[in-house]
Nanobody
Framework: QVQLVESGGGSVQAGGSLRLSCAASGRTFGNYAMGWFRQTPGKERDFVAAIRWTSASTYYGDSVKGRSTISRDNAKNTGYLQMNSLKSEDTAVYYC????????????????????WGQGTQVTVSS
């Protein structure tokens, strides 16, 4: 089992920045992947970013590319999503997720590939 606890959400004005954190505990080992997704009511989960834990390879969704940076702190077993130049359309509940190491059948932007999820943190951007 893997437990994920997100923090760092909140309200910010358009153009501002937020840093989300996701602390992982439990069965975390190997080159697992941590991903961030976001969701608004009535819509599918939208891929934001992902990072492979050992190699630190990163992947970004088109909607945040160039404005966001995903990173991780191995010692703290914590992942981060730094979001800059926030827009009102970034308003959503943000979820972090972990994908255990195994052969990929889809891609890192597919939420079905992930095994464990956090509880979500609300990000609200006002214009």
């Amino acid at each position: 089992q893997v437990q994920l606890v997100e923090s760092g959400g909140g309200s910010v004005q358009a153009g501002g920045s937020l840093r989300l954190s996701c602390a992982a505990s439990g069965r975390t080992f190997g080159n697992y992947a941590m991903g961030w997704f976001r969701q608004t009511p009535g819509k599918e989960r939208d891929f934001v970013a992902a990072i492979r834990w050992t190699s630190a390879s990163t992947y970004y969704g088109d909607s945040v590319k160039g404005r966001s940076t995903i990173s991780r702190d191995n010692a703290k077993n914590t992942g981060y999503l730094q979001m800059n130049s926030l827009k009102s359309e970034d308003t959503a509940v943000y979820y972090c997720a972990v994908r255990l190491p195994r052969p990929m059948t889809g891609s890192y932007n597919d939420w079905h590939e992930y095994d464990y999820w956090g509880q979500g943190t609300q990000v609200t951007v006002s214009s």
